[in-house]
């Protein structure tokens, strides 16, 4: 908590912001969430470093629905913010947003998902 935000407390006993009426930027050097570039992202060509990096399983490749086909989810739901994947990526397609607003109306809105184009064995492998 910042020191503003205690002693305004102890002033007023007013402990919260006016916030979501009024906005409250984030302060300086805050880490939102990580997003995903389809467009720069290489898992085509067998990229999978930031599924590597990613303890949670945030980043993950599922199979979809079909049984065929594969893609790359960013899932925010147990996302920890940890920037590894940001640090891991080696084409730029991860960064991080100052963005604290995460509120979302079904689990499927919190993820960010890339499809490949690649050809799956039997055994699932790519
Ligand atoms: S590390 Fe970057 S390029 Fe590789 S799969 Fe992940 S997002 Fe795509
Ligand atoms: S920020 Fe951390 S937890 Fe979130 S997707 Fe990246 S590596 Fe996974």
């Known amino acids: 908590m910042e020191l503003g935000w205690l002693l305004r407390g102890w002033r007023t006993g007013i402990v919260t912001t006016p916030y979501p009426t009024r906005p409250d930027p984030p302060p300086q050097g805050f880490r939102g969430r990580p997003q995903l570039d389809g467009e720069r ?3 085509d060509d067998g990229c999978t470093v ?12 599922e199979t979809v ?3 065929l ?8 739901l147990p996302c920890i913010m940890c920037g590894l994947c940001v640090q891991a990526c080696p084409t730029g397609a991860l960064h991080m947003q100052s963005d604290g607003e ?8 919190a993820q960010t998902i890339v499809p490949l184009e690649m ?4 055994d699932g492998h790519i």
Do not use: F, H, K, T
């Open 69 to 76: 086909d594969r893609r790359l989810v960013l899932d925010l």
């Open 102 to 109: 995460l509120a979302v109306r079904s689990p499927q809105d």
């Open 50 to 61: 930031c599924v590597e990096v990613c303890l949670p399983r945030a980043l993950r490749l």
């Open 65 to 67: 629905p079909n049984g």
């Open 119 to 122: 050809e799956v064995s039997s």
């Open 41 to 43: 992202c290489r898992i």
